[in-house]
Protein backbone atom coordinates (compact mmCIF):
# COMPACT_ATOMS: atom_id res chain seq x y z
CA UNK A 1 0.00 0.00 0.00
CA UNK A 2 2.82 2.33 0.27
CA UNK A 3 3.64 1.46 -2.87
CA UNK A 4 0.67 2.89 -4.35
CA UNK A 5 0.41 5.75 -2.52
CA UNK A 6 4.06 6.52 -3.74
CA UNK A 7 3.02 5.86 -6.78
CA UNK A 8 0.33 8.29 -7.32
CA UNK A 9 1.76 11.15 -5.12
CA UNK A 10 3.23 14.36 -7.62
CA UNK A 11 7.33 13.34 -8.78
CA UNK A 12 6.44 9.55 -8.54
CA UNK A 13 9.85 8.45 -7.11
CA UNK A 14 11.44 11.63 -6.20
CA UNK A 15 11.52 14.66 -3.34
CA UNK A 16 9.13 17.24 -3.57
CA UNK A 17 12.10 19.14 -4.97
CA UNK A 18 12.30 16.64 -8.08
CA UNK A 19 15.16 14.94 -7.11
CA UNK A 20 15.15 10.93 -7.59
CA UNK A 21 15.13 9.08 -4.50
CA UNK A 22 17.43 5.83 -4.03
CA UNK A 23 14.61 3.64 -4.07
CA UNK A 24 13.22 5.16 -7.21
CA UNK A 25 16.42 5.00 -8.89
CA UNK A 26 16.99 1.05 -7.73
CA UNK A 27 13.19 0.46 -9.03
CA UNK A 28 13.84 2.28 -12.35
CA UNK A 29 17.17 0.48 -12.80
CA UNK A 30 15.30 -3.07 -12.15
CA UNK A 31 12.68 -2.15 -14.36
CA UNK A 32 15.00 -1.62 -17.33
CA UNK A 33 17.18 -4.27 -17.04
CA UNK A 34 14.37 -6.23 -16.62
CA UNK A 35 11.40 -5.38 -19.25
CA UNK A 36 9.39 -8.24 -18.44
CA UNK A 37 9.82 -7.14 -14.30
CA UNK A 38 8.07 -4.07 -13.88
CA UNK A 39 7.60 -2.73 -10.73
CA UNK A 40 5.08 -0.18 -9.42
CA UNK A 41 6.46 3.48 -10.09
CA UNK A 42 4.86 6.30 -11.78
CA UNK A 43 3.10 5.54 -14.84
CA UNK A 44 3.83 1.71 -14.35
CA UNK A 45 0.11 -0.10 -13.66
CA UNK A 46 0.32 -3.21 -11.74
CA UNK A 47 -1.05 -6.34 -13.28
CA UNK A 48 -1.90 -9.48 -11.27
CA UNK A 49 -0.64 -12.55 -11.68
CA UNK A 50 -3.04 -15.02 -13.27
CA UNK A 51 -5.24 -16.77 -10.23
CA UNK A 52 -3.93 -13.84 -7.98
CA UNK A 53 -6.26 -11.04 -6.80
CA UNK A 54 -4.00 -7.53 -5.87
CA UNK A 55 -3.56 -7.64 -2.15
CA UNK A 56 -6.26 -4.61 -0.94
CA UNK A 57 -6.05 -3.29 2.44
CA UNK A 58 -8.60 -4.04 4.61
CA UNK A 59 -10.61 -2.28 6.99
CA UNK A 60 -8.19 -2.80 9.96
CA UNK A 61 -5.27 -1.51 7.67
CA UNK A 62 -7.64 1.76 7.12
CA UNK A 63 -9.14 2.39 10.30
CA UNK A 64 -8.52 1.62 13.97
CA UNK A 65 -9.95 -1.77 14.84
CA UNK A 66 -13.56 -1.70 17.56
CA UNK A 67 -11.22 -4.13 19.65
CA UNK A 68 -7.49 -4.94 19.79
CA UNK A 69 -6.93 -8.85 21.22
CA UNK A 70 -3.67 -9.74 22.85
CA UNK A 71 -3.21 -13.66 22.84
CA UNK A 72 -0.88 -15.29 25.36
CA UNK A 73 -0.46 -19.10 25.74
CA UNK A 74 -0.82 -21.14 28.68
CA UNK A 75 1.62 -23.74 27.67
CA UNK A 76 4.53 -25.14 25.43
CA UNK A 77 2.54 -26.32 22.68
CA UNK A 78 0.60 -23.70 22.35
CA UNK A 79 3.24 -20.78 22.59
CA UNK A 80 5.21 -22.75 19.57
CA UNK A 81 1.61 -23.06 17.22
CA UNK A 82 0.93 -18.96 17.64
CA UNK A 83 4.53 -18.58 16.59
CA UNK A 84 4.24 -20.47 13.49
CA UNK A 85 0.91 -19.09 13.05
CA UNK A 86 2.48 -15.43 13.09
CA UNK A 87 5.08 -16.89 10.48
CA UNK A 88 2.80 -18.46 8.20
CA UNK A 89 0.44 -15.52 7.73
CA UNK A 90 3.67 -13.35 7.03
CA UNK A 91 4.49 -15.51 4.51
CA UNK A 92 1.27 -15.43 2.72
CA UNK A 93 0.58 -11.94 3.03
CA UNK A 94 4.33 -10.68 1.34
CA UNK A 95 4.84 -14.20 -0.95
CA UNK A 96 2.10 -13.32 -3.73
CA UNK A 97 2.89 -9.73 -3.89
CA UNK A 98 5.41 -8.33 -6.85
CA UNK A 99 7.88 -6.32 -4.95
CA UNK A 100 11.38 -8.16 -4.71
CA UNK A 101 11.61 -6.14 -0.73
CA UNK A 102 8.55 -8.27 -0.57
CA UNK A 103 9.73 -11.39 -1.26
CA UNK A 104 12.73 -11.00 0.80
CA UNK A 105 10.28 -10.53 3.76
CA UNK A 106 8.38 -13.85 3.03
CA UNK A 107 12.14 -15.73 3.05
CA UNK A 108 12.79 -14.57 6.02
CA UNK A 109 9.85 -15.76 7.71
CA UNK A 110 10.33 -18.98 6.05
CA UNK A 111 13.53 -18.97 7.29
CA UNK A 112 12.61 -18.59 10.70
CA UNK A 113 9.89 -21.35 9.82
CA UNK A 114 12.55 -23.89 9.00
CA UNK A 115 14.33 -23.20 12.33
CA UNK A 116 11.15 -23.40 14.60
CA UNK A 117 10.12 -26.84 12.90
CA UNK A 118 13.60 -28.09 13.51
CA UNK A 119 12.39 -29.57 16.91
CA UNK A 120 12.19 -33.60 16.29
CA UNK A 121 9.14 -34.04 17.95
CA UNK A 122 6.57 -30.96 15.95
CA UNK A 123 5.18 -34.14 13.99
CA UNK A 124 3.68 -35.62 16.87
CA UNK A 125 2.90 -32.75 18.79
CA UNK A 126 0.70 -31.60 16.15
CA UNK A 127 -0.92 -35.60 16.00
CA UNK A 128 -1.68 -35.52 19.65
CA UNK A 129 -3.00 -32.40 19.74
CA UNK A 130 -5.55 -33.36 16.97
CA UNK A 131 -6.02 -36.77 18.33
CA UNK A 132 -6.93 -34.39 21.61
CA UNK A 133 -9.01 -32.07 19.84
CA UNK A 134 -11.20 -34.95 18.16
CA UNK A 135 -11.80 -36.31 21.34
CA UNK A 136 -12.98 -33.56 22.78
CA UNK A 137 -15.74 -33.12 19.64
CA UNK A 138 -16.60 -36.70 19.62
CA UNK A 139 -17.22 -35.97 23.46
CA UNK A 140 -19.35 -32.99 23.15
CA UNK A 141 -21.79 -34.88 20.34
CA UNK A 142 -24.30 -35.82 22.54
CA UNK A 143 -25.02 -32.79 24.37
CA UNK A 144 -28.14 -30.52 23.74
CA UNK A 145 -28.12 -27.60 21.69
CA UNK A 146 -24.69 -28.78 19.67
CA UNK A 147 -25.54 -28.17 15.69
CA UNK A 148 -24.78 -31.57 14.13
CA UNK A 149 -24.15 -30.03 10.68
CA UNK A 150 -21.51 -27.97 12.31
CA UNK A 151 -20.08 -30.48 14.31
CA UNK A 152 -19.72 -32.77 11.33
CA UNK A 153 -17.85 -30.40 9.24
CA UNK A 154 -15.55 -29.85 12.46
CA UNK A 155 -15.02 -33.02 12.57
CA UNK A 156 -14.14 -33.66 8.85
CA UNK A 157 -12.20 -30.47 9.41
CA UNK A 158 -10.00 -32.50 12.00
CA UNK A 159 -9.43 -35.56 10.29
CA UNK A 160 -8.50 -34.02 7.07
CA UNK A 161 -5.88 -32.40 9.18
CA UNK A 162 -4.59 -35.56 10.79
CA UNK A 163 -4.62 -37.68 7.37
CA UNK A 164 -2.10 -34.24 6.13
CA UNK A 165 0.38 -34.57 8.93
CA UNK A 166 0.10 -38.36 8.54
CA UNK A 167 1.04 -38.86 4.80
CA UNK A 168 3.97 -36.15 5.44
CA UNK A 169 6.95 -38.74 4.26
CA UNK A 170 9.69 -36.71 6.25
CA UNK A 171 10.31 -34.61 8.89
CA UNK A 172 8.18 -31.17 8.98
CA UNK A 173 9.79 -28.46 6.65
CA UNK A 174 12.46 -30.97 5.65
CA UNK A 175 12.71 -29.31 1.83
CA UNK A 176 13.12 -25.84 2.67
CA UNK A 177 16.13 -27.02 5.69
CA UNK A 178 17.96 -28.78 3.64
CA UNK A 179 17.68 -27.00 0.30
CA UNK A 180 22.17 -25.20 -0.22
CA UNK A 181 20.48 -22.22 -1.92
CA UNK A 182 18.20 -21.06 1.26
CA UNK A 183 20.51 -22.13 3.90
CA UNK A 184 23.07 -19.79 2.45
CA UNK A 185 20.34 -17.16 2.92
CA UNK A 186 19.81 -18.29 6.38
CA UNK A 187 23.39 -18.18 7.21
CA UNK A 188 23.98 -15.03 5.67
CA UNK A 189 20.79 -13.38 7.48
CA UNK A 190 22.69 -13.65 10.98
CA UNK A 191 24.48 -10.90 10.38
CA UNK A 192 22.85 -7.52 10.35
CA UNK A 193 22.58 -6.53 6.96
CA UNK A 194 24.58 -9.60 5.54
CA UNK A 195 21.73 -10.36 2.47
CA UNK A 196 23.28 -7.23 0.88
CA UNK A 197 23.69 -8.40 -2.95
CA UNK A 198 27.33 -8.28 -3.34
CA UNK A 199 26.97 -10.54 -0.29
CA UNK A 200 24.29 -12.75 -1.94
CA UNK A 201 24.73 -11.99 -5.73
CA UNK A 202 22.83 -15.50 -6.44
CA UNK A 203 20.20 -14.21 -4.11
CA UNK A 204 20.10 -11.04 -5.74
CA UNK A 205 19.81 -12.51 -8.97
CA UNK A 206 16.55 -14.87 -7.96
CA UNK A 207 14.90 -11.83 -6.31
CA UNK A 208 15.03 -9.85 -9.79
CA UNK A 209 13.56 -13.23 -11.64
CA UNK A 210 9.71 -13.01 -12.69
CA UNK A 211 7.16 -13.39 -9.48
CA UNK A 212 6.44 -16.51 -11.05
CA UNK A 213 10.06 -18.44 -10.89
CA UNK A 214 10.01 -16.77 -7.12
CA UNK A 215 6.56 -18.22 -6.57
CA UNK A 216 7.17 -21.73 -7.82
CA UNK A 217 10.85 -21.70 -5.81
CA UNK A 218 8.67 -20.78 -2.97
CA UNK A 219 5.90 -23.03 -3.42
CA UNK A 220 8.35 -25.36 -3.88
CA UNK A 221 10.21 -24.70 0.13
CA UNK A 222 6.27 -24.70 1.76
CA UNK A 223 5.00 -27.74 0.10
CA UNK A 224 5.66 -30.22 3.13
CA UNK A 225 5.19 -27.31 5.51
CA UNK A 226 1.59 -26.77 4.18
CA UNK A 227 -0.02 -29.62 6.28
CA UNK A 228 1.46 -28.39 9.59
CA UNK A 229 0.10 -24.83 8.66
CA UNK A 230 -3.62 -25.72 7.94
CA UNK A 231 -3.07 -27.99 11.33
CA UNK A 232 -2.19 -25.42 13.50
CA UNK A 233 -4.85 -22.82 11.90
CA UNK A 234 -7.52 -25.20 12.31
CA UNK A 235 -6.90 -26.08 16.08
CA UNK A 236 -6.12 -22.55 17.06
CA UNK A 237 -9.15 -21.56 15.27
CA UNK A 238 -11.43 -24.08 17.69
CA UNK A 239 -9.06 -22.55 20.84
CA UNK A 240 -10.12 -18.76 20.15
CA UNK A 241 -13.98 -19.98 19.52
CA UNK A 242 -14.32 -22.46 22.37
CA UNK A 243 -15.32 -19.85 25.40
CA UNK A 244 -17.74 -16.84 25.30
CA UNK A 245 -15.49 -13.63 26.42
CA UNK A 246 -16.72 -11.99 29.34
CA UNK A 247 -16.54 -8.11 30.48
CA UNK A 248 -14.39 -7.94 33.72
CA UNK A 249 -12.39 -5.14 35.88
CA UNK A 250 -8.89 -5.17 36.29
CA UNK A 251 -8.64 -3.41 39.77
CA UNK A 252 -6.06 -0.40 39.95
CA UNK A 253 -4.87 -1.96 36.33
CA UNK A 254 -4.53 -5.77 37.88
CA UNK A 255 -5.96 -8.99 37.49
CA UNK A 256 -5.61 -12.80 38.60
CA UNK A 257 -7.44 -15.40 37.79
CA UNK A 258 -7.15 -19.18 39.65
CA UNK A 259 -7.51 -22.10 36.36
CA UNK A 260 -9.51 -25.03 36.64
CA UNK A 261 -7.19 -27.94 36.31
CA UNK A 262 -9.96 -30.42 35.12
CA UNK A 263 -10.76 -27.77 32.02
CA UNK A 264 -7.04 -26.80 31.27
CA UNK A 265 -6.94 -23.60 29.76
CA UNK A 266 -4.70 -23.24 26.46
CA UNK A 267 -4.50 -19.25 26.24
CA UNK A 268 -5.68 -16.59 27.48
CA UNK A 269 -7.61 -13.49 25.16
CA UNK A 270 -7.69 -10.12 26.91
CA UNK A 271 -9.58 -7.60 24.32
CA UNK A 272 -9.63 -3.54 24.75
CA UNK A 273 -10.87 -0.90 22.74
CA UNK A 274 -8.81 -0.30 19.82
CA UNK A 275 -8.21 3.63 20.33
CA UNK A 276 -7.25 2.97 24.06
CA UNK A 277 -3.53 3.95 25.19
CA UNK A 278 -3.37 0.92 27.05
CA UNK A 279 -1.83 -2.42 27.01
CA UNK A 280 -1.31 -5.95 28.60
CA UNK A 281 1.26 -7.66 30.08
CA UNK A 282 0.46 -11.06 30.47
CA UNK A 283 1.99 -13.80 32.54
CA UNK A 284 0.56 -17.50 33.46
CA UNK A 285 0.60 -21.18 33.34
CA UNK A 286 -2.24 -23.95 33.71
CA UNK A 287 -2.72 -22.84 37.22
CA UNK A 288 -3.22 -19.19 37.61
CA UNK A 289 -2.71 -15.97 35.23
CA UNK A 290 -1.97 -12.59 35.71
CA UNK A 291 -2.52 -9.40 33.73
CA UNK A 292 -1.19 -5.76 34.27
CA UNK A 293 -1.89 -2.92 32.30
CA UNK A 294 0.28 -0.39 31.24
CA UNK A 295 0.00 3.18 29.57
CA UNK A 296 2.02 3.86 26.51
CA UNK A 297 3.29 7.81 27.62
CA UNK A 298 4.67 10.12 24.43
CA UNK A 299 8.51 9.57 24.57
CA UNK A 300 8.37 7.89 28.04
CA UNK A 301 8.81 4.46 29.00
CA UNK A 302 5.17 2.40 29.90
CA UNK A 303 4.33 3.11 33.44
CA UNK A 304 1.54 0.71 35.47
CA UNK A 305 -2.04 1.90 34.83
CA UNK A 306 -3.25 3.23 38.20
CA UNK A 307 -7.15 3.04 37.20
CA UNK A 308 -9.76 0.16 37.14
CA UNK A 309 -9.96 -1.01 33.56
CA UNK A 310 -13.01 -2.84 31.33
CA UNK A 311 -11.86 -5.58 29.60
CA UNK A 312 -13.26 -8.37 27.63
CA UNK A 313 -11.42 -11.58 28.80
CA UNK A 314 -11.46 -15.48 26.79
CA UNK A 315 -10.17 -18.14 28.47
CA UNK A 316 -9.67 -21.18 25.40
CA UNK A 317 -10.38 -24.33 27.54
CA UNK A 318 -10.69 -26.40 23.66
Not at 233 to 259: H, I, K, Y
Request: charged letters at 25%; one cysteine or more.
Amino acid sequence: MMIEAERDRPGGWCTPTGVPTREGIYRDALNRENPTLRFPGRGVQWQPRPGRVRPQPSARDLTVAPLTVFEHPLNERVRTFLRLEHLFEKVDYFMPQYDPWATRVAVEALIDITAVTARSDLRTEIAKELDRNLAAVERIASQPGVDPNALERVLKDLERALAGIASLTSPIGQTAREDEFLKGVAQRSTIPGGACSFDLPQYHHWLVQSPERRQSRLDHWLQDLRPADAAIRLMLSLARSSATPRQVTAVGGFFQEALDLQAPAQMVRVALPGGSSRYPEISGHKNRFSIRFMTIEPRLRPTPTPDDVEFRLTCCVF
